[in-house]
Structures are given as structure tokens and as C-alpha cells.
């Protein structure tokens, strides 16, 4: 498809398991982000891939939270030993810094429901 | 640090009305980008505009119409004749500066629900 892609759409999952949730960005596009909403803490930025550039994490929450980005393209955001607190929609964007305004573009989000 | 605020949580309008809804933010970056955002029930946050610290000049698209006043540090977004398709939750967002073209790292507002009830 032509805009980002995300999966699962919804995730259940007990407290204490593992989550990895993936992000199929707009082809083309250099750079991903990825971003978490939750009631209490609205929009907040996670991490940034920008092309080889080793990427910015400054917004990860704890070393719980990973992320990668393969071969330029498809990235994974895992969650290990999920908390009740983690439970949100995980949004993940991408832009590209040659064509366009660098607007980001985004995709539906995996929301996430840590029992 | 950056911050964006979005005074108004929840604001309910009857279709054709005119409504604004404010952004204030506050940065110590001279060249910053600022951002509308809607998400519709479906979820996905759909770009609405962006705006360079250095420009201004308000802007119309439509319906749509923003208000940039660097004296405020106020980027207000006002629509006008409302229409129910409006509904949806709006978020003003601020980036800082990199090499002349905005940074995806954005900081958002709490955002406004809106509602136009027809």
C-alpha cells in the first residue's frame, strides 16, 4: 500500500511477556519514528532511524523497550517483560527529508493491552 | 525543553459554526517548525499544516486557516463553517531545527477533541 503500515492492529497480552510490534514504512522514506499515546501521557516521542545513522533512543522509557530497523525499511519495536503501563497505541511514522516538507506521515497504530 | 499547550480539552460546536482552536508553545530554538495534526476516529494523525519560525504570513487552505504570531508564541488553527465531518482530535505539534529542514521528533500538545454536532 502507499501509506505506513502497522501490525498487529491490537495486541492482548499478560504482564510479564514479550511484544514485538512492526512498522512497514512508506517506500522511499529515509527516516521512521516511532511514537506512543496514552491517556495519561498524550503523544511522546520514542525513537528515530534516519537512514545508516546510529539511531536516537533518547525517548525510550526504559531498557525495556528496543527497537530496529532491517535493512532500511521494516522496523520492530519490542517490548520486553511487559507492565501494565506499557498498555497504549503504538504509532509508528515516517518521512523523507528529499521530497517534501519532511511532514510526518502515519500510520493506524497498534494498540496494545497489557492484563 | 520544548513544550506545546492546548488549553481547550474538549470543545462541542453545531455544524456551520466558526471555531479556533488555540496552540501555545514555548521553545528557546530560534528556527523551530510548528505542526497541526488531526486524528479522526479511525486513528491515523493526518498532517494538516507545517510552519517555519521564520514565516508568518497566515495561512488559509479551505476551510482551514492558521494564525502564526511569534510575539505569543501562539500558532492558533481556526475552521470555519464546521462541518460534522470536523470531528476529531486535533494536535499542535513543535520540532526543532536540522540543517534547514524539520526534525520528525516532535513535541506534541495534550490535543482538542472536537465535535460538531449537526
Known amino acids: 500500500g502507499a501509506g505506513v503500515s502497522q501490525s498487529p492492529s491490537n495486541k492482548v497480552t499478560e504482564k510479564g511477556k514479550d511484544v514485538e510490534l512492526r512498522c512497514d514504512p512508506i517506500s522511499g522514506h529515509t527516516a521512521l519514528y516511532w511514537y506512543r499515546q496514552s491517556l495519561g501521557q498524550g503523544l511522546e516521542f520514542l525513537i528515530y532511524f534516519q537512514g545508516n545513522s546510529a539511531p536516537d533512543k533518547s525517548g525510550l522509557p526504559s531498557d525495556r523497550f528496543s527497537a530496529e530497523r532491517t535493512g532500511g525499511s521494516v522496523s520492530t519495536l519490542t517490548i520486553q517483560r511487559t507492565q501494565q503501563e506499557d498498555s497504549a497505541v503504538y504509532l509508528c511514522?515516517?518521512?523523507?527529508?528529499?521530497?517534501?516538507?519532511?511532514?510526518?506521515?502515519f500510520g493506524e497504530g497498534s494498540r496494545l493491552t497489557v492484563l | 525543553a520544548q513544550k506545546v499547550t492546548q488549553a481547550q480539552t474538549e470543545i462541542s460546536v453545531v455544524e456551520k459554526e466558526d471555531v479556533t482552536l488555540d496552540c501555545v508553545y514555548e521553545t528557546r530554538d530560534t528556527t523551530y517548525y510548528l505542526f497541526w495534526y488531526k486524528q479522526p476516529p479511525s486513528g491515523e494523525l493526518v498532517f494538516l499544516i507545517r510552519r517555519n519560525s521564520f514565516d508568518e504570513q497566515n495561512e488559509i487552505s479551505g476551510r482551514y486557516s492558521w494564525n502564526f504570531q511569534k510575539s505569543t508564541s501562539s500558532f492558533n488553527f481556526t475552521i470555519t463553517a464546521s462541518q460534522v465531518v470536523d470531528s476529531a482530535v486535533y494536535f499542535c505539534?513543535?520540532?526543532?531545527?536540522?540543517?534547514?529542514?524539520?526534525?520528525?521528533?516532535?513535541?506534541f500538545g495534550q490535543g482538542t477533541i472536537l465535535t460538531v454536532h449537526p
Open positions: 505539534a513543535l520540532s526543532e531545527n536540522a540543517g534547514g529542514t524539520s526534525y520528525g521528533k516532535l513535541t
Open positions: 511514522a515516517s518521512s523523507s527529508r528529499i521530497v517534501g516538507t519532511g511532514e510526518l506521515f
